[in-house]
C-alpha cells in the first residue's frame, strides 16, 4: 500500500456516518482496525472455525494450521531465533504476569531483588511487586535523570549479585521516549541478570530483533498494532522457558495427566492452558501483513512528521507545558496547559471531534516524578494525517482560550458548563 493518504479509506470506522470526522490521537491506548484485519476474523470464523491442536478433521488441522502460522509470522517480525519461543498471551500485561509467575516464582527468593523503572506503565510494575510480596523479595528502579531519561549512571549501583531480573519498557506510553535496550543489555551482558522489555509501544512502528537487542523477554499487544484485542505474545529465549513453571494448569498444556501427577506438554504450549484465542491470534497475522504492507519505516516516517508537526504547532500557543524533548522519534506526546485542567480541555475538544487522552496513564509513579496528577496526551497512528494534527492545533488553541476566558469570568452565562467527572 504506497498511498498513505488512502490508508485511512481502508478502516471503516473513519468511514462512519458518527466517525467520519474524528481526530483519533490515542493511538497510545489502541489503534483502530483495518479492513483486512476485520475480514480476517470474519473469514477465520466462516471458514475454520474449530478447536487448535484437536480435531484430526479437515477444518480443525485448518484452524490449527492458521494459528500455528501466526506463531511463525511472529517469530519472524521480531527475528526471534525459533517460533517455539513465541508464546501467545491475550496482551502485555498478561504476559508479564506470566514471566511474573512462572519464571518469578522458580528463580526468585527471598531478598532477591527486582529492578524496573520509574517510567513503567503499571503492568511492568504491578506483577513485580505482587511476585516481591510473594517471595519477600526486594522491588528497586531506575530514576530518571533531568533530560526525563533512565538514569543508566545509576544501574550499576542498582545492580547487586542479588538482582535477578530487570524489567523496563522500550518505549514509554507517556512521554514517548524509546530507551536504548542494546545498549542496557550489553552493560548487563556478563551478569546472570534476565531482561524483560515492555515493547507494547516500540512494536508498532519500530522494527523489532529481539536477538540484536539482547533480551531474554519480550512482550506486547496486538491491539495496539491494528490487530483485535485478545491477543498478545511474549518472547522468550528458549533456555529461559525451559527454567519456567506453567502459568495456568488446564487442557492442552499437559503432556501425561493422572489424577495425583501430571507432565508438560513442550514449549510453547506448556504455557498456553485451554483454547487459546484462535481468531484473535489470526487476526494479529493479519495486522502483521497489514504492517508490511505499509512498511514500517513508511509508518515511522510518518509517525515522525506527525510528531514535528504537533510539536512546531503546540509551541505557537501561549502556556503549554510539554513533557518532551523536542524529538521526533518521541512519538508519544504529553502536556499540560497552564490556567486549564487537561480533562477539561478533552472534554471541549471533544466538541470539535478530536479524541485523546487525559489522565495518569497508567503510569503514575512517572506523574509523581513530574510533579502532576495528569496529562494530557496525543499519540499518532499510520492513518493519522496532516490535516488531523492541523485541526488538533486549531481546536487546542480555540478552546483554550474559551476556557481560560471562562475561568477568568465564571459569572458570564453564556459559556459551556463544565460538567464534574472524575477522572
Ligand atoms: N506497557 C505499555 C508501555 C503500554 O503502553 C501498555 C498499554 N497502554 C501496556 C503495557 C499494557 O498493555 P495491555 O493493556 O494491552 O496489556
Known sequence: MSNLNQIKSTFPIFQTIANKNLVY???????????VVLDAIQDYYQNCNANVHRGLYSLGQKSTEAYEGVRQKIANFISAEDSSSIIFTKGTTEAINLVASA????????????????????????????????????????????????????????????????ALVHQSNVIGIVNNIKKIADKIKNTNLVFLVDGAQSVTHLP?????????????????????????????????????????????????????????????????????????V?????????IYDIGLDVIEKNLNQLTKLALEGMKTIPGINLFHSGDASETVISFTTDGVHPQDL?????????????????????????????????????????????????????????????????TDPNLKQVPEVEI
Open 346 to 410: 478533552a472534554m471541549f475538544m471533544n466538541e470539535d471531534e478530536i479524541a485523546f487522552r487525559v489522565g495518569h496513564h497508567c503510569a503514575q509513579p512517572l506523574m509523581k516524578h513530574f510533579g502532576v496528577t495528569s496529562t494530557a496526551r496525543i499519540s499518532f497512528a499510520v492513518y493519522n494525517t496532516t490535516k488531523d494534527v492541523e485541526k488538533f492545533i486549531k481546536s487546542l488553541k480555540n478552546n483554550l482560550d474559551i476556557l481560560r476566558e471562562n475561568s477568568r469570568d465564571k
Open 25 to 35: 490521537l490515542d493511538n497510545a491506548s489502541t489503534t483502530q482496525k483495518p479492513q
Open 208 to 280: 523489532i530483533n529481539v536477538q540484536e537487542l539482547g533480551c531474554d523477554f519480550f512482550v506486547f499487544s496486538s491491539h495496539k498494532m491494528y490487530g483485535p484485542t485478545g491477543a498478545g505474545v511474549l518472547y522468550a529465549k528458549t533456555n529461559v522457558l525451559n527454567t519456567m513453571e506453567p502459568y495456568q494448569g488446564g487442557g492442552e498444556m499437559i503432556d501425561n495427566v493422572t489424577l495425583s501427577h501430571s507432565t508438560w506438554n513442550d514449549v510453547p504450549w506448556k504455557f498456553e492452558a485451554g483454547t487459546p484465542n484462535i481468531a484473535q
Open 282 to 290: 489470526v487476526g494479529l497475522g493479519s495486522a502483521v501483513d497489514f
Open 103 to 166: 519464571w518469578g516464582d522458580s528463580n526468585i527468593n527471598e531478598g532477591d531483588e527486582i529492578l524496573i523503572s520509574e517510567m513503567e506503565h503499571h503492568s511492568n510494575i504491578i506483577p513485580w511487586q505482587l511476585l516481591a510480596k510473594r517471595k519477600k523479595a526486594v522491588l528497586k528502579h531506575i530514576p530518571l535523570n533531568v533530560n526525563r531519561e533512565l538514569n543508566l549512571e545509576l544501574l550499576d549501583s542498582l545492580l547487586t549479585d542479588r538482582t535477578k531480573i530487570l
